[in-house]
């Protein structure tokens, strides 16, 4: 699991308990929702400078 599958693990842990214990596989659910979120963040790598860095602030933020 990437940073961004493990940081939104821990916050539907502790923010969403009753929806997190609704997910069968949290491993799996976890794993490719921080892949979908890495691709995601690529594909904004590739917008010009001025957009991308206003639309990779929230993404950042994540990764702290």
Same mark, same amino acid.
């Given at each position: 699991?990437?940073?961004?599958?493990?940081?939104?693990?821990?916050?539907?842990?502790?923010?969403?308990?009753?929806?997190? @214990?609704?997910?069968? @596989?949290?491993?799996?659910?976890?794993?490719?929702?921080?892949?979908?979120?890495?691709? @995601?963040? @690529?594909?904004?790598?590739?917008?010009?400078?001025?957009?991308?860095?206003?639309?990779?602030?929230?993404?950042?933020?994540?990764?702290?």
């Amino acid at each position: 699991m990437n940073p961004y599958g493990e940081l939104a693990r821990q916050h539907g842990a502790s923010r969403l308990p009753e929806v997190y @214990d609704g997910i069968r @596989d949290p491993g799996w659910f976890f794993t490719v929702l921080g892949e979908l979120l890495a691709a @995601d963040i @690529d594909q904004l790598r590739v917008l010009r400078p001025g957009a991308r860095a206003a639309r990779l602030r929230p993404a950042r933020e994540l990764s702290r």
